[in-house]
C-alpha cells in the first residue's frame, strides 16, 4: 500500500454526491479539490464553504477547496474521482484522457449501464483510457445526506487492483466511515445498476397502497434478479448478498431520501416522468438504468420480469396496477434451482 494522504484527490462533480464524498475524503484527512460544471455554482461553493443546492447543513472542511477551471483542477493529479450522471461518464473520460500523469488512477461512484452500448463503466473507462490505468468504483449503501453530515456509514470500493482498492479505503475511512474492498467491480456495477430500478418499483408499490408484503417480495425476488444478471456478465454471487447488493438495494428502495424511490411514488400519484424529475430537482438513475439494464437483459437472455415490468410502466406506458398484476399472474416454479439464481 502506497501513502496518497499527502497528494491531493480530485472530485469531477459538484452534485450531491460528489460533494458528500469529497467532504468525506476531506474529513478523514485528505487534501480533496472538487470542479463541477457550473461555474457560478461552484464559485458559491467556494465563498460560502458550502454546497446550499444540494447539502446546505454539510460544511466543507479545511482540506476540501473548489477549482472552476477542469485543466487546472487534473493537472498532475494523480487519483480522480468521477461523480458523475451515467449518461455524461463517458463525456468526462474524453475530457480527462490526455491530461492524466502517467501514474494517474481513476476512480468512480457513478452508477449504471451506458444507455446506448449496454457497456459497465469499467468497460467505457478501459475503452476511454486503456488498460494500463488502474480503476476503481465506489458504491453504497449510502445516502449523499448522511454521509456529508458525518452519520456512521459503510461502503464498498472494488478494483482490480489491489494498492488503489486499498489507499481509496484508508484515504475515506475514518471513525464513522468504514470502506470494505473487494475485486468484483462487475457485481459492485451491476448492483448499483440495478437497485435504482427496483427502487423505482419500490415507490411504486407503496405509493398504491400494497403494503409491507408486496414491498419486501418485491426487494427479495429483485436480489435474484440482479444476481442473474450479474453471473451472466461474469460477477461473483456473493456480491449481492453484501453492502453493494441488498445492501445498497434495501437503502434505497426503504427510505425517502432515495430520488428513484421518490420517482416511484410520484409515479403511483399519477404524476409524469417529467413532472416526478422537476420535483425532486435531481438526476434519477433508475429511469435511464431501466432502459439499458432491460436492453442487456434481453441481449443475455437473462430473465428479468420486475425490469422488464418496470420497463413498460417508465417507457410503455403501462399502468402500474397492471405491472403489478403481470408479475403476479406469471406461472408457478420453485424459488430457486440448482441451475440458476
Known sequence: MSDTND?????LGAGSWGTALAIQFARSGRETVMWGRNHRQ??????????????????????LNIVVD?????????DILIAVPSHSFRETLEKLEFLLPLDGRVCW??????????KLPHQVAREVLGDNIPVAVLSGPT??????RGLPTAMSIASSDEDFASDLANSISDDAFRAYTTDDMVGVEVGGAVKNILAIGAGISDGLGFGANTRVALITRGIVEMSRLGV???????????LAGVGDLMLTCTDNLSRNRRMGLALAAGKSIEEAAEEIGQVVEGVRAAKA???????????????????????????????????????????STSKEV
Open 7 to 11: 497528494t491531493p484527490l480530485i472530485v
Open 42 to 63: 461552484l464559485e458559491s461553493m467556494a465563498s460560502a464553504r458550502v454546497n446550499e443546492k444540494y447539502l446546505p447543513d454539510c460544511p466543507f472542511p479545511e482540506k
Open 70 to 78: 477542469f485543466a487546472e483542477a487534473v493537472s498532475g493529479a494523480r
Open 109 to 118: 461512484a457513478t452508477k449504471g449501464f451506458e444507455e446506448n452500448t449496454g
Open 143 to 148: 445516502f449523499a445526506a448522511e454521509v456529508g
Open 232 to 242: 451472466a456478465l461474469g460477477a461473483n454471487q456473493e456480491t449481492f448478498l453484501g
Open 293 to 335: 439494464v432491460w436492453q442487456v437483459a434481453k441481449t443475455h437472455n437473462v430473465d428479468m420480469p420486475i425490469v422488464t415490468e418496470l420497463y413498460s410502466v417508465l417507457y410503455e406506458n403501462k399502468p402500474p396496477k397492471s405491472a403489478v398484476a403481470a408479475l403476479m399472474s406469471r406461472s408457478l416454479k420453485p424459488e
